[in-house]
């Protein structure tokens, strides 16, 4: 299996600019899920999908940020516009089904907001 | 709410010598208890897990046992190589919807 993937690997962009990061999870798992990850706060859960479905956005830091799962083989992680403080490795994963399961995290997307 | 503790790295050692990377947990129920690690620039891999009290994950010579009474799953290798350089994170699966919750992580760095 392929894995988790991500694209872009690596993303630099100025203020004010939309970014958005993709996301395809291992076939047949039903969850997913997007982290982000800096020095400052560590490891953060962002959103949470079981079946395409978001069960969990407390994470999303505010309007700027949204996330879609149009079907059960992508998502996408959308900000804008982008800040500096956004600058960070976001992580998708999957897991086979919810958040009791094992995860398997895709490479990252770095993420440099000028 | 639930929530895992770690200890603050990083944690340098040299070439075969003993790890021990010391993680407690707080929780409601009984949750699973996972040891994921990060080698630089990639995501984070599981390790090893356990599932149940007094259960012991293993894989690639490190160890963990799941311990009620103390509430810990303390990760420990015999004999650590350079190729074990890498970030670990403590992770249960708990809070309000069932998810991951992970510990700070602890920066280990092995020395030839």
């Known amino acids: 299996d392929a894995g988790v993937i991500q694209s872009p690997r690596h993303e630099v962009t100025e203020m004010g600019q939309e970014v958005t990061l993709r996301c395809k999870p291992i076939?047949?798992?039903?969850?997913l899920f997007w982290y982000r990850q800096t020095m400052m706060r560590g490891l953060e859960l962002l959103i949470y999908?079981?079946?395409?479905?978001?069960?969990?956005d407390s994470g999303m830091p505010e309007d700027r940020f949204s996330a879609k799962m149009p079907n059960a083989s992508f998502s996408t992680l959308k900000i804008q516009p982008s800040e500096p403080r956004d600058s960070a490795v976001y992580f998708c994963?999957?897991?086979?089904?919810?958040?009791?399961?094992?995860?398997?995290f895709g490479p990252g997307t770095r993420l440099l907001v000028l | 709410g639930d929530s895992v503790t770690q200890m603050e790295g990083p944690v340098t050692l040299s070439e075969e010598a003993f790890l021990t990377i010391n993680c407690t947990y707080t929780?409601?129920?009984?949750?699973?208890l996972f040891w994921y690690v990060q080698y630089p620039g990639e995501g984070l891999q599981l390790l090893l897990k356990?599932?149940?009290?007094?259960d012991k994950g293993s894989n690639k010579g490190f160890e963990a046992t799941y311990r009620k009474e103390t509430t810990s799953f303390h990760l420990e290798k015999g004999s650590v190589q350079v190729s074990d350089s890498a970030v670990y994170f403590c992770?249960?699966?708990?809070?309000?919807?069932?998810?991951?919750?992970f510990g700070k992580g602890t920066k280990l760095s092995v020395k030839p």
């Open positions: 992770a249960l699966n708990g809070g309000s919807q069932g998810n991951l919750i």
């Open positions: 929780a409601t129920g009984y949750p699973s």
């Open positions: 356990a599932t149940k009290a007094d």
């Open positions: 994963a999957s897991s086979e089904r919810g958040g009791r399961e094992t995860q398997y």
């Open positions: 076939s047949g798992h039903n969850s």
């Open positions: 999908f079981n079946n395409n479905v978001p069960i969990d």
